[in-house]
Structures are given as structure tokens and as C-alpha cells.
């Protein structure tokens, strides 16, 4: 697990680092970075403009980023979270779906 875990954050790492350098082809760049402040949640963090915008989407944010999340409800400050502007109707139907499943933010 954790193998698997470093792996992971490895791959991020690399990922983020080749964005910083010129890009290349076939890479995806709207790729965006938020960095976790004390007090966020997964549905404060999509709910913010610059994000998603829709706190309803905080399952996409924990689906692309669940190696470096194993609870969604544990955020450390400090970490990244790496996320796309837009998932499509159909995953943000679902992410909405899902959502909504579990209820609102926990206090």
C-alpha cells in the first residue's frame, strides 16, 4: 500500500513538474493545482469559483485525487490537489448523483 502510495505521489510529481516545463504534446493543460488551506473541505474546495464552482462536484476532486486521499474527510493542509475545470455533463451528472447520496459538508 504504501509502494503503491509513494508510486503514486512520484507520478503526480512528475506529472506536475513536466507542466512547469514547456509542455509536451498530448498532455493535458488545463490541469490545475489547489493547495489545501486549514479548515477546507472536498465540498468547500469545489464549491469555490476558481475550482468547480458546485459543491455538488467534490466527487470528482476525491476521484482524481483518492491515492493521495484515502479519506475524503481527512484533508491535510498543505497537500495539492490536482483537478480539470470541466468533467463533462455526464460525470458531473454522476459526481451530482453521488453527492447528494452522501449528504452535505460534515461539521
Known amino acids: 500500500m504504501k509502494r503503491l502510495r509513494l508510486l503514486s505521489i512520484v507520478t503526480l510529481c512528475m506529472t506536475l513538474g513536466a507542466f512547469a516545463a514547456e ?6 493543460s488545463d490541469l490545475k493545482v489547489y493547495v489545501i488551506q486549514p479548515g477546507d473541505s472536498l465540498w ?4 469555490k469559483p476558481a475550482v468547480l464552482g458546485d459543491a455538488f462536484l467534490w ?3 476525491y476521484d482524481q485525487n483518492h491515492v493521495l ?5 481527512r484533508l491535510e493542509p498543505g497537500q495539492s490537489l490536482a483537478f480539470l475545470p470541466s468533467y463533462g455533463p455526464f ?15 460534515r461539521q
Open 23 to 28: 509542455r509536451p504534446q498530448g498532455l493535458r
Open 44 to 47: 468547500s474546495i469545489a464549491a
Open 59 to 61: 466527487p470528482l476532486l
Open 69 to 73: 486521499i484515502p479519506d475524503p474527510g
Open 91 to 105: 460525470r458531473e451528472f454522476r459526481a451530482r448523483k453521488r453527492a447528494k447520496r452522501y449528504g452535505g459538508p
